[in-house]
């Protein structure tokens, strides 16, 4: 029997096993792997404190620290998959898919969530060899170099937005008429002369020999195929929140994130709460997840210590 699970190993996970270890929560954490989205990224400069990481050396200072920490609060099952949550009167139990069942008086789900990929011939090929899943993490190796943003919504223009302060131009290629971001967005990144956007278009093929060197599209409009040169894709045409073991439990928003009230993390579900990637909160960052998880922990903490 826990006073807590944490459900992922990433900037959130770990942020709160360092939080519920120092509370001296009997705790323990599940995760598949340390690290969450980031790991898959070579050169990461937006994590407070460290100027320039990789996302594999991330991951191993996040399993570090919480480990460092843990003594005998924190208890860490790496490798296993949690499939199912079940409140069972006054408890919680979590099943996982190596068969292992465990219970706790609160959960916290901080799962993350998976990019949707881009599936067109090359996009596999090229993956960290010019097309990329976060600008924030990437952008800047692109420096004075001619990129691509694939997608139409808020975070396909905000990437366009921090592309711009570093590369030479910026194309954003949108499949529909029309953009799904704001207009006040659409309309101040548009202003900018480095700045072109495509409407109705698909991407059909990524090329190049070692690193991307183009990209092909057509033009839904008239059936056109035409290339161009860019050695970046930056591809943001959404996320796949790891919320299906949560789904029958919690409240769920219409992209699969779980609803989370920001003043305390907590979910639908009395005893449940939530951070990172696999909320609905507007910004999904590293930095952020782990402030959002630690907010969750000293809620967790109090809610415990009240009853």
């Not at 404190?49 to 790496?78: F, M, P, Q």
């Not at 170099?145 to 910026?170: C, H, R």
């Not at 006040?184 to 700045?195: A, D, Q, S």
């Not at 033009?219 to 040169?229: R, S, W």
Request: charged share 25%.
């Amino acid at each position: 029997m826990f006073d807590l699970i944490i459900i992922g190993g990433g900037p959130a996970g770990a942020s709160a096993g360092v939080y519920a270890a120092r509370k001296k929560l009997k705790t323990l954490l599940i995760t598949n792997e340390f690290g969450g989205q980031s790991v898959v990224s070579d050169d990461i400069q937006n994590w407070i404190g460290t100027v320039s990481i990789s996302g594999i050396d991330l991951a191993g200072r996040l399993k570090d620290h919480l480990k460092a920490y843990a003594g005998d609060a924190v208890e860490i099952r790496e490798g296993e998959k949690v499939v199912s949550i079940k409140k069972e009167s006054e408890m919680f139990s979590v099943s996982t898919s190596s068969g292992n069942s465990y219970s706790a008086k609160a959960i916290l789900v901080s799962a993350g969530s998976g990019r949707k990929k881009l599936a067109v011939p090359g996009a596999d090929k090229f993956e960290h060899k010019g097309i990329t899943y976060c600008a924030s993490c990437d952008g800047p190796l692109f420096e004075g170099q001619d990129v691509a943003v694939i997608g139409g919504g808020n975070a396909a223009f905000e990437t366009a937005a921090q592309l711009l302060a570093y590369t030479k131009s910026v194309i954003l290629l949108n499949h529909s008429r029309g953009f799904k971001a704001d207009p006040v967005t659409v309309e101040r990144v548009l202003k900018n002369p480095r700045m072109k956007a495509l409407e109705n278009v698909d991407v059909t093929e990524i090329k190049g020999d070692k690193m991307v060197s183009s990209l092909v599209y057509r033009d839904n409009g008239t059936g056109e195929q035409k290339e161009v040169a860019v050695t970046g894709v930056f591809v943001e045409i959404g996320q796949v929140p790891n919320t299906d073991f949560v789904k029958d439990i919690l409240e769920l928003d219409e992209y699969g994130r779980i609803k989370i009230d920001p003043w305390t993390q907590s979910s639908s579900a009395p005893g449940i709460w939530a951070a990172g990637d696999a909320t609905n909160v507007r910004y999904h960052q590293n930095n952020i997840a782990a402030g959002d998880a630690v907010r969750a922990v000293e809620d967790i903490y109090l809610y415990l210590h009240a009853k």
